[in-house]
Nanobody, 121 residues
Framework: QVQLVESGGGFVQAGRSLRLSCAASGSFHAIGAMAWYRQAPGMQRELVARIERDGSPEYVDHAHGRFIITRDNAKNTVYLQMNLLQPEDTGVYYC???????????????WGRGAQVTVSS
C-alpha cells in the first residue's frame, strides 16, 4: 500500500523557519496533486498549500509570501518551506497525496500521520 511519512517538524521561536518534507512510498503508477494541511489545537484540519504534478502551487491567504511548497517527482516527495513563523502557525501539519494506482485511475487521496510544529512567541 501507499505510505506518506512527514519529517522536519519541531519547536522554533517566532520569526524563524522550518522545512517540512513528506515522502510517498509503495506501489503505484503516479502521484497527482500533493498538499499540506494544518490542524491547530481544537480546530479543524485546514488546507495550507497545494501543488499540482506540474509544480503549479496554490496557497491560502495566511501562507502567501511566507510559505513555499515544492515537490520532487523523482523522489515522490513534497516540501513546505515555512518562513517568518508565528505562534498561530502552531499545529500538526499533515501531507496528502492523490495517488494513481493505474494510468486510468482517478486517484485516491492518502494522508500522512502528521508532524508537530510549535512556534513560541
Amino acid at each position: 500500500q501507499v505510505q506518506l511519512v512527514e519529517s522536519g517538524g519541531g519547536f522554533v521561536q517566532a520569526g524563524r523557519s522550518l522545512r517540512l518534507s513528506c515522502a510517498a512510498s509503495g506501489s503505484f503508477h503516479a502521484i497527482g496533486a500533493m498538499a499540506w494541511y494544518r490542524q491547530a489545537p481544537g480546530m479543524q484540519r485546514e488546507l495550507v498549500a497545494r501543488i499540482e504534478r506540474d509544480g503549479s502551487p496554490e496557497y491560502v491567504d495566511h501562507a502567501h509570501g511566507r510559505f513555499i511548497i515544492t515537490r520532487d517527482n523523482a523522489k515522490n516527495t513534497v516540501y513546505l518551506q515555512m518562513n517568518l513563523l508565528q505562534p498561530e502557525d502552531t499545529g500538526v501539519y499533515y501531507c496528502s497525496a492523490t495517488v494513481l494506482q493505474y494510468y486510468w485511475d482517478a486517484g485516491t487521496m492518502y494522508w500522512g500521520r502528521g508532524a508537530q510544529v510549535t512556534v513560541s512567541s
